[in-house]
């Protein structure tokens, strides 16, 4: 049932995908000040908005894991804070594209880029910390912890940053500034092609669940063996 | 208040341990001056120095911070002493807690042979705001110290146990950094605070008290099996 729901949530996003690819390149003209570059935005933002919602949504599941020390909240969170980690990675890099073209320069250290990489710094470390551990229920333990710690850091290094220096340009989303900065034909596409890569991350995320459940399953077997032998 | 009664017992056995050998705190000075001597190769003694000067400090205190944290629970493991220290009465939150107040002492005893040498090596008069600078180390350290703590704990019965605790802790620590940064740098070059510069004093207190709170709550979770 689980492998049904992601192969259609896959097809789905790959429909949509396509749909928003034709009309982001067939249908949407350039940007007025910006060219053709600005397409990027219809990705990189979008992948922003998935990737922090991801770790939010690990913070929930490690919780769920600590009060019920079910082992598929763990393998939920762990499979999220991994294709969220890809998203943030998508974001820097769609981002620096960006900068490159607009700013001339591929890299600067301002409060959204810095908080952005220091993300993907402390839930790569979730991940490395992962891999070190072999025993299910300590990894499981752990890592829960260190979701919580990362969740509630990352909020703070968000404000932190934003009065250390600031150079991304301010919100143009409409929920952020109460509508007028974009376009709406260029929002309803922005807004369609986020459903389409939140769409691609369920179906990964629940890809990747199958396998954490599979593995923890074979290494359990594995342990099973060894202390029969 | 009997945590912080066991917390305190805690501390005096790590820093009676300390004394006696020496080993974290040996490791961390040696560290912290060999690093500053580098640091003057790297970058002239020049006015620039108190502009880079609270980047330069934290940065030894954060990576010698690491020697001390690394042994504050591995030093329990031969003997079973961590299991043990487990089965007594103490509660997991004032082992954290403990260990959290043995690592603020040891780091700021490493903090201020660092500052001196700093002062001696890089010709700069950091007394002048001495009340300040102290409030900005203490707080500051005791963000690193109680991450330290509680990230010691988590590491501890990990395979590459070294590598993993600055892979976690650094990321973790980066907005307790900039506050710290921010303020030595100010009080090294010799200016007043402003009513914008208490931001980052309320950052570095919001970051003790959230990061406490959560190591207290979490202790049991990281600690118990």
Same mark, same amino acid.
Request: charged share 15%; proline share 3%; aromatic share 10%.
């Given at each position: 049932?689980?492998?049904?729901?992601?192969?259609?949530?896959?097809?789905?996003?790959?429909?949509?995908?396509?749909?928003?690819?034709?009309?982001?390149?067939?249908?949407?003209?350039?940007?007025?000040?910006?060219?053709?570059?600005?397409?990027?935005?219809?990705?990189?933002?979008?992948?922003?908005?998935?990737?922090?919602?991801?770790?939010?949504?690990?913070?929930?599941?490690?919780?769920?894991?600590?009060?019920?020390?079910?082992?598929?909240?763990?393998?939920?969170?762990?499979?999220?804070?991994?294709?969220?980690?890809?998203?943030?990675?998508?974001?820097?890099?769609?981002?620096?594209?960006?900068?490159?073209?607009?700013?001339?320069?591929?890299?600067?250290?301002?409060?959204?880029?810095?908080?952005?990489?220091?993300?993907?710094?402390?839930?790569?470390?979730?991940?490395?910390?992962?891999?070190?551990?072999?025993?299910?229920?300590?990894?499981?333990?752990?890592?829960?912890?260190?979701?919580?710690?990362?969740?509630?850091?990352?909020?703070?290094?968000?404000?932190?940053?934003?009065?250390?220096?600031?150079?991304?340009?301010?919100?143009?989303?409409?929920?952020?500034?109460?509508?007028?900065?974009?376009?709406?034909?260029?929002?309803?596409?922005?807004?369609?092609?986020?459903?389409?890569?939140?769409?691609?991350?369920?179906?990964?995320?629940?890809?990747?669940?199958?396998?954490?459940?599979?593995?923890?399953?074979?290494?359990?077997?594995?342990?099973?063996?060894?202390?029969?032998? | 208040?009997?945590?912080?009664?066991?917390?305190?017992?805690?501390?005096?056995? *790590?820093?009676?341990?300390?004394?006696?050998?020496?080993?974290?705190?040996?490791?961390?000075?040696?560290?912290?001056?060999?690093?500053?001597?580098?640091?003057?190769?790297?970058?002239?003694?020049?006015?620039?120095?108190?502009?880079?000067?609270?980047?330069?400090?934290?940065?030894?205190?954060?990576?010698?911070?690491?020697?001390?944290?690394?042994?504050?629970?591995?030093?329990?493991?031969?003997?079973?002493?961590? *299991?043990?220290?487990?089965?007594?009465?103490?509660?997991?939150?004032?082992?954290?807690?403990?260990?959290?107040?043995?690592?603020?002492?040891?780091?700021?005893?490493?903090?201020?042979?660092?500052?001196?040498?700093?002062?001696?090596?890089?010709?700069?008069?950091?007394?002048?705001?001495?009340?300040e600078l102290s409030l900005v180390?203490?707080?500051?350290?005791?963000?690193?110290?109680?991450?330290?703590?509680?990230?010691?704990?988590?590491?501890?019965?990990?395979?590459?146990?070294?590598?993993? +605790?600055?892979?976690?802790?650094?990321?973790?620590?980066?907005?307790?950094?900039?506050?710290?940064?921010?303020?030595?740098?100010?009080? +090294?070059?010799?200016?007043?605070?402003?009513?914008? *510069?208490?931001?980052?004093t309320k950052l570095l207190i919001?970051? *003790?008290?959230?990061?406490?709170?959560?190591?207290?709550?979490l202790a049991d979770t990281i600690?118990?099996?």
């Amino acid at each position: 049932m689980r492998e049904k729901i992601a192969i259609g949530t896959a097809a789905a996003a790959a429909a949509l995908l396509a749909n928003n690819l034709y009309q982001m390149f067939m249908v949407l003209p350039d940007e007025a000040l910006q060219g053709a570059i600005y397409r990027i935005l219809f990705f990189h933002a979008p992948a922003a908005l998935v990737g922090m919602i991801g770790y939010f949504v690990a913070l929930t599941f490690s919780i769920l894991y600590l009060s019920s020390k079910n082992f598929l909240h763990d393998s939920l969170a762990a499979s999220v804070v991994e294709v969220s980690l890809v998203f943030s990675v998508v974001n820097l890099v769609t981002g620096s594209i960006w900068a490159r073209v607009i700013w001339g320069i591929w890299w600067t250290w301002d409060a959204r880029l810095t908080s952005a990489l220091v993300c993907v710094l402390i839930f790569f470390g979730y991940l490395v910390m992962r891999r070190a551990i072999e025993e299910p229920t300590q990894r499981a333990r752990l890592s829960s912890a260190l979701c919580i710690f990362g969740c509630v850091d990352v909020v703070i290094v968000y404000k932190s940053i934003d009065w250390f220096r600031t150079q991304h340009p301010g919100p143009v989303l409409d929920f952020r500034t109460g509508g007028g900065k974009m376009d709406p034909a260029m929002a309803h596409i922005f807004w369609l092609n986020f459903l389409a890569i939140l769409l691609v991350a369920v179906a990964l995320v629940l890809v990747r669940t199958r396998q954490e459940s599979t593995a923890r399953e074979i290494d359990s077997l594995r342990r099973l063996a060894h202390t029969a032998a | 208040m009997k945590t912080i009664r066991h917390a305190l017992l805690i501390a005096r056995k *790590d820093l009676a341990l300390e004394l006696r050998t020496k080993e974290s705190l040996n490791a961390a000075g040696a560290f912290a001056i060999v690093i500053l001597v580098l640091f003057s190769f790297a970058f002239e003694e020049t006015e620039q120095i108190k502009e880079i000067g609270g980047g330069l400090l934290w940065l030894v205190f954060a990576f010698a911070g690491a020697l001390i944290f690394n042994r504050s629970f591995a030093r329990e493991l031969p003997n079973d002493c961590l *299991d043990t220290l487990l089965a007594s009465p103490l509660s997991p939150a004032s082992l954290v807690t403990g260990k959290a107040l043995a690592n603020f002492v040891m780091l700021l005893a490493m903090e201020l042979i660092s500052i001196v040498i700093f002062g001696i090596f890089f010709n700069v008069n950091w007394t002048r705001h001495i009340g300040e600078l102290s409030l900005v180390f203490a707080l500051g350290t005791w963000g690193i110290s109680i991450l330290g703590a509680v990230f010691g704990a988590l590491t501890v019965n990990l395979r590459l146990r070294e590598l993993m +605790l600055p892979i976690i802790i650094y990321p973790l620590l980066v907005p307790l950094l900039i506050a710290a940064i921010e303020l030595t740098k100010l009080l +090294l070059s010799n200016q007043s605070m402003t009513p914008n *510069d208490f931001l980052w004093t309320k950052l570095l207190i919001v970051f *003790d008290v959230v990061f406490t709170a959560l190591a207290m709550l979490l202790a049991d979770t990281i600690l118990v099996n």
